[in-house]
């Protein structure tokens, strides 16, 4: 690919957020964050919670947070699966004030010894997904 740019994807399950030619891509892997580049050497990787950074090209760059997932680059096409993604332009701090609040209130409701596990982990992950991107978005 010329200029220097290489095709990038970045799928979550409700929608594709980029699919475009980019300059470079700086991801948080589970072992440390790193910066792919035109011609990177082939990786796959799990992603940690975090922000990317997508250099579309030298003067536009999209930040974008990414809960979970993983990055596969291989022959100048780079794709990221994530569990969620969302523009940090795109947050809506009172949207997610009201998701942390209904999800706040669930957990309060699982009583003690409850065996209901499972539920109350998937709670608080994403109360702390919701105070994640609100943090980013303040």
Request: net charge negative; glycine share 6%; with cysteine.
């Amino acid at each position: 690919m010329s200029d220097g740019k290489f095709k990038f994807s970045l799928v979550s399950p409700e929608k594709i957020l980029v699919d475009e030619d980019v300059k470079m891509v700086t991801v948080s892997g589970t072992e440390g964050d790193f910066g792919l580049l035109v011609d990177h050497a082939p990786i796959l990787s799990s992603l940690k919670d975090g922000v990317i950074v997508i250099n579309i090209d030298d003067d536009h760059k999209e930040e974008i947070f990414v809960a979970g997932g993983f990055v596969d680059m291989n022959n100048n096409i780079c794709t990221i699966l994530a569990e969620d993604a969302i523009n940090i332009k795109d947050i809506d701090i009172s949207k997610l004030q009201k998701e942390k609040e209904i999800l706040q209130e669930k957990l309060n409701m699982i009583k003690e010894g409850e065996d209901i596990f499972v539920e109350k982990q998937e709670l608080k992950r994403k109360l702390y997904l919701a105070e994640q991107k609100i943090s980013l978005a303040a």
